[in-house]
């Protein structure tokens, strides 16, 4: 995990902090996009997501076309006040040499988001392919944020280095 | 994510407060922003307005996603629950209009999250076959899984009830005893190995995507746990190292063990193994009553004592009875695996308000048969005690009521009428034991 100064904005770290879950799109091999609602990770520069080999798909259409979006829409899933949107432009990677335990290192920040994955982990020998993950580690090119949530609205941009 | 029903998709869609618009941008990145969204029972959705620079072009394919959860503070979140819908788009004022034309999406309501990832299995294979990987486990979660361990209270139970009532003889005998025990543990575990291999190859594992602690099979094929060789050579190793604890018992001990060690190996391996595969015709329960009752303590008493005798044979069968059950109880979650692929067990054959019925007779048969022997003088006593877990029938008489339907919520049940067999036979053995000391 990077330890350089964060680049991603406050604003926009303070949603990824509090996101129990956002939205992943991917663009699949017709060329459409889908959308995975996960769980978002984040050190303040790139973003993780983990997916189990169970759910691989998207995992393939990365692979495939590693540009990828990320949003943060539902004040519900992603609890802070006051409550404003985000969307993440950027370029997604499939980390996979270790299925099986290269994922942990992810765990502590997983489990201050949902603390019964500890329960789950403990019950690995009876779901043992949910544990054969793989991390999404995307990074960030352009960030949308909508100070005051309504989408409608012109987004403040942020953007970072690659972007076409 | 599974595909949904246009209609189903769109009324469901209703539930939710906003949308998330998703569509590739001109630079080929995906762009999502959450928005505002009406449905029409025409399959259309409006959705705007929208931002002036993030908005797809007239007629591009785009998404809408609508995502629910249910924050938990202390354990995560619940609810999980999320519809995708595809479609063209048409811009209409500030905003789209959107012809749907596909939907998919997942609702833990409707399929829990455990049989949700169980249907990913195959998805998980390919992934892992293509990237290379193979899952895995410890050694000893591995043989835990495969040899499907915790159900040797099915074989403790009938060998140590045997040895007792040996002991009650002035004839327990520590070492053909242990021998004994390691032939019926080997037995059970190349059978519990046996069944996993005929179930994957009949496809009644496979077919099975409620699989639970209690039913279902191992899972260690389905999974790539354990190559099928691996499985083979285990499961013949078992059964060699019974046969050969058998062979050396009847040599020492008398050659009729032959005959009972003989019967429980050909009705161990028939149980699943074609061309017999008696559980498949609805003759798993005798079956498994006759080898993991009679067969067993009364192999044990003629290990120990070297004679035959009546009572072993008797003592034995409320245990029967009630191992009987346990298989019986634990194939409700397997019916519907079992039933497509000719797997005609019981369950599959009989309507719940049966299996129910059968339930509560059989189980009432057990506690009669222990009354009645006590009555006759055949058991001692003390055995009385094991009456007092009667009220468990009960329990799960009524779980089978209320959850019979619900694999998930019949767990509890499952584990009940597991612990009716192991805590009646445990008091049975107390009972023994205390009539050889009082």
Known sequence: MNTTEPILPSPVRALLDAALVGELTVIDQTGRPVTYPLIPLSDGNLIYLTSSVLFSRKLRHIKANPKVCFSLTDPVAVPVEPFSRATILGDARVVEEDLHEGWEDLLPKWRAKEPAIDFFLKKRFGIPLFFERSVIEITPRRVLWWEDGRASQPARVFEFAGVS | ?438
């Open chain 2, 1 to 438: 994510m599974a595909k949904l029903e246009l209609t189903d998709a769109l009324t469901r869609a209703q539930t939710y407060p906003h949308a998330v618009l998703a569509y590739v941008g001109p630079d080929g990145y995906p762009v999502n922003v959450a928005v505002d969204f009406t449905t029409s029972s025409d399959g259309l959705v409006e959705v705007g307005p929208l931002g002036h620079d993030y908005r797809p072009t007239a007629d591009q394919e785009v998404e809408l996603t609508f995502s629910h959860i249910r924050p938990q503070p202390g354990v995560g979140y619940d609810e999980r629950r999320y519809i995708n819908l595809w479609g063209r788009a048409t811009p209409v004022g500030a905003g789209l209009r959107i012809a749907v034309r596909t939907a998919a999406g997942w609702d833990e309501a409707d399929t829990p999250f455990f049989e949700y990832a169980e249907r990913g299995v195959p998805e998980g294979r390919t992934y892992l076959d293509d990237v290379g990987a193979r899952p895995r486990l410890s050694p000893w979660w591995t043989f835990f899984l495969a040899t499907r361990l915790p159900f040797l209270t099915a074989t403790l139970i009938p060998v140590g009830l045997g040895g007792v009532i040996a002991g009650r003889d002035n004839s327990f005998h520590a070492l053909w005893f242990v021998l004994a025990l390691l032939a019926a543990v080997a037995v059970h575990l190349g059978l519990n190995m046996a069944n996993d291999l005929f179930d994957d190859a009949s496809g009644a594992d496979a077919a099975n995507l409620t699989p639970t602690p209690f039913s279902g099979g191992s899972r260690v094929l389905q999974y790539g746990l354990v190559h099928r060789r691996s499985m083979v050579l285990g499961c013949a190793s078992f059964y060699a190292a019974a046969i050969a604890i058998g062979l050396y018992l009847a040599a020492e001990r008398g050659w009729a063990l032959l005959a009972i060690g003989a019967v429980g190996v050909g009705l161990s391996f028939a149980y699943s193994a074609p061309p017999l595969r008696l559980v498949h015709r609805g003759l798993g329960e005798p079956v498994t009553a006759l080898g993991f009752g009679p067969v067993m303590t009364v192999g044990t008493y003629f290990a120990c004592t070297g004679r035959w005798s009546w009572q072993p044979f008797l003592a034995s069968l409320p245990v029967a009875l009630l191992i009987a059950l346990v298989l019986y109880v634990n194939q409700v979650p397997d019916r519907a695996g079992d039933a497509a692929v000719g797997k005609c067990t019981l369950i599959v054959r009989w309507t719940p308000a049966h299996v129910r019925m059968g339930y509560a007779v059989t189980a009432g048969a057990a506690f009669v048969c222990i009354a009645a022997e006590v009555g006759a003088g055949v058991m001692p006593a003390w055995t009385l005690l094991a009456l007092g877990t009667a009220p468990l029938v009960w329990r799960v008489w009524r779980g089978l009521r209320d959850h019979y339907g619900d694999t998930y919520a019949l767990i509890p049940t499952m584990q009940t009428n597991i612990a009716l067999h192991l805590i009646t036979g445990l008091l049975l053995i107390v009972g023994y034991t205390i009539s050889i000391f009082a």
